[in-house]
């Protein structure tokens, strides 16, 4: 099953890096702003989420080998663009959190992509500034 989950895992992540994404980053919805941990440089990747009290929550398709998470661990203070306005937050890593249970809470269509094309869910919550 493992090398089953990789190869789904390396077959989206390239799908999305080539294509999703750089459409995905021509749209106006969420995006997620990290600080690239090796270039220093910013780094925005189209997200799903919700605003709850003042914390973005969000779950990662890939957990740990997603590169925005990569790059969170690295350096936690991150910008969300949420309807079009950017605020700034930390990001944390929640692998204790149920994500699919968190995924009931978030916007259907996000979340159905996420259970379609995830392999190692992982739960992110950002408590904005």
């Known amino acids: 099953m493992s090398g089953r989950r990789d ?5 989206v992540h390239r799908v999305q890096r080539l294509v999703v994404n750089p459409v995905g980053r021509q749209l106006p919805g969420t995006m997620l702003e990290t600080v690239g941990r090796k270039s220093g440089r910013p780094r925005r990747t189209p997200i799903g989420g919700s605003v709850v009290d003042n914390q973005f929550w ?3 398709e890939h957990g740990d080998h997603s590169d925005y998470v990569y790059n969170i661990k690295a350096n936690p203070a991150v910008r969300v663009r949420i309807n079009g306005q950017w605020r700034s937050g930390t990001a944390h890593l929640l692998p204790d ?3 699919w249970q968190r995924l009931r809470s978030l916007p259907r269509l996000n979340g159905a992509g996420v259970r379609t094309m995830g392999t190692e869910l992982l739960t992110i919550r950002v408590d904005l500034d």
């Open 7 to 11: 190869l789904k895992r390396r077959v």
């Open 58 to 60: 969000m779950v990662s």
């Open 97 to 99: 959190d149920d994500p």
